[in-house]
Nanobody
Framework: QVQLVESGGGLVQAGGSLRLSCAASGRTFSSYVMGWFRQAPGKEREFVAAIRWNGGRTSYTDSVKGRFTISRDNVKNTMYLQMNSLKPEDTAVYYC????????????????????WGQGTQVTVSS
């Protein structure tokens, strides 16, 4: 079993930056994909970005490409989401998640694929 603990959310002005962290414990993550989803008020939870633990292959939703960067620290078992040039439309609760996959399986972007979830952290971007 995996426990995910998020941090780094907060309030920021449009154009500013935040870095979210997701620390994982309870199991090795060598065979996992870890990702970020977000849910704005009145909206469905949507995929943001994900990273393959082995090899570092990444995937991003179109709306954050060029602004957000996902990364991981294998020693610390921690995933990061560096968010730059933030927009009010980025305001949401951000969730980290882990997708237990077999070696060689690519990144999946649908919510149902992910087995473990953090509690969420609020990101608010003021206009």
């Amino acid at each position: 079993q995996v426990q995910l603990v998020e941090s780094g959310g907060g309030l920021v002005q449009a154009g500013g930056s935040l870095r979210l962290s997701c620390a994982a414990s309870g199991r090795t993550f060598s065979s996992y994909v870890m990702g970020w989803f977000r849910q704005a008020p009145g909206k469905e939870r949507e995929f943001v970005a994900a990273i393959r633990w082995n090899g570092g292959r990444t995937s991003y939703t179109d709306s954050v490409k060029g602004r957000f960067t996902i990364s991981r620290d294998n020693v610390k078992n921690t995933m990061y989401l560096q968010m730059n040039s933030l927009k009010p439309e980025d305001t949401a609760v951000y969730y980290c998640a882990a997708d237990q996959v077999l070696p060689g399986v690519g990144i999946r972007t649908y919510r149902g694929a992910y087995d473990y979830w953090g509690q969420g952290t609020q990101v608010t971007v003021s206009s």
